[in-house]
């Protein structure tokens, strides 16, 4: 691997930061974007049943806000209806997009930097090459004396191994991007239907503080 650095030549640090950063950021998102940690396939159920009857406690809602990110979307709403439960429909509505809205740009972390890298990654591996195209062309004798075998031979390495670096970069880095943008409008679909259930499921708590 140290030799293939020292072929490469300097163009090719860049792309190793690339690389490490893209790996980071990968593993940070698969260990993030876990369902148990998005939206447990049963909360939804569980906070329905727990408030059928009445409102939770203060200390329910908290233990719900720091259970993954649905349950930060349902405990926002909880908390509008017991703070103002005279509160209209649209007011609460807005509570559960404002938390939405926050949960979604919790998901997408990062995810931005990695299609960076995916698209930088190429221009990178393609600046290696022109920096070994020079070095090729610089090895031509401009006297007509001949060439540098060596100095071709390592221009011609930093040409290759760059582009084929950047590539290598580049293609998973796509890769997770794409996915991970696809799990995250998932994910988001997911938070919106679980706050559209909750809204009737909560104004009739509402009602009944306009009623009294």
């Given at each position: 691997?140290?030799?293939?650095?020292?072929?490469?030549?300097?163009?090719?640090?860049?792309?190793?930061?690339?690389?490490?950063?893209a790996?980071?950021?990968?593993?940070?998102?698969?260990?993030?974007?876990?369902?148990?940690?998005?939206?447990?396939?049963?909360?939804?159920?569980?906070?329905?049943?727990?408030?059928?009857?009445?409102?939770?406690?203060?200390?329910?809602?908290?233990?719900?806000?720091?259970?993954?990110?649905?349950?930060?979307?349902?405990?926002?709403?909880?908390?509008?209806?017991?703070?103002?439960?005279?509160?209209?429909?649209?007011?609460?509505r807005?509570?559960?997009?404002?938390?939405?809205?926050?949960?979604?740009?919790?998901?997408?972390?990062?995810?931005?930097?990695?299609?960076?890298?995916?698209?930088?990654?190429?221009?990178?591996?393609?600046?290696?090459?022109?920096?070994?195209?020079?070095?090729?062309?610089?090895?031509?004798?401009?006297?007509?004396?001949?060439?540098?075998?060596?100095?071709?031979?390592?221009?011609?390495?930093?040409?290759?191994?760059?582009?084929?670096?950047?590539?290598?970069?580049?293609?998973?880095?796509?890769?997770?991007?794409?996915y991970?943008?696809?799990?995250?409008?998932?994910?988001?679909?997911?938070l919106?239907?679980a706050?559209?259930?909750?809204?009737?499921?909560?104004?009739?708590?509402?009602?009944?503080?306009?009623?009294?």
């Amino acid at each position: 691997m140290i030799s293939i650095i020292q072929a490469a030549g300097w163009p090719i640090w860049p792309l190793i930061l690339c690389s490490v950063v893209a790996l980071a950021l990968i593993i940070e998102r698969l260990m993030s974007l876990r369902p148990l940690r998005i939206a447990p396939a049963t909360l939804l159920e569980e906070v329905l049943t727990v408030t059928r009857q009445s409102l939770p406690a203060p200390e329910v809602v908290n233990k719900l806000h720091d259970n993954s990110v649905l349950g930060q979307v349902l405990a926002a709403g909880l908390r509008t209806v017991i703070s103002e439960p005279r509160l209209a429909e649209a007011a609460l509505r807005q509570s559960f997009e404002s938390a939405g809205r926050s949960a979604v740009h919790q998901l997408e972390r990062y995810l931005n930097t990695l299609g960076t890298i995916a698209a930088a990654a190429p221009l990178l591996g393609l600046f290696g090459t022109v920096v070994g195209m020079i070095e090729i062309f610089g090895s031509q004798a401009p006297t007509g004396g001949g060439s540098n075998p060596a100095l071709l031979a390592h221009g011609i390495s930093v040409a290759l191994y760059n582009t084929a670096f950047g590539l290598i970069i580049a293609i998973p880095s796509l890769m997770f991007y794409r996915y991970f943008r696809g799990l995250v409008d998932q994910m988001a679909l997911t938070l919106e239907l679980a706050a559209e259930r909750m809204v009737p499921h909560l104004m009739r708590f509402a009602v009944r503080g306009n009623a009294a």
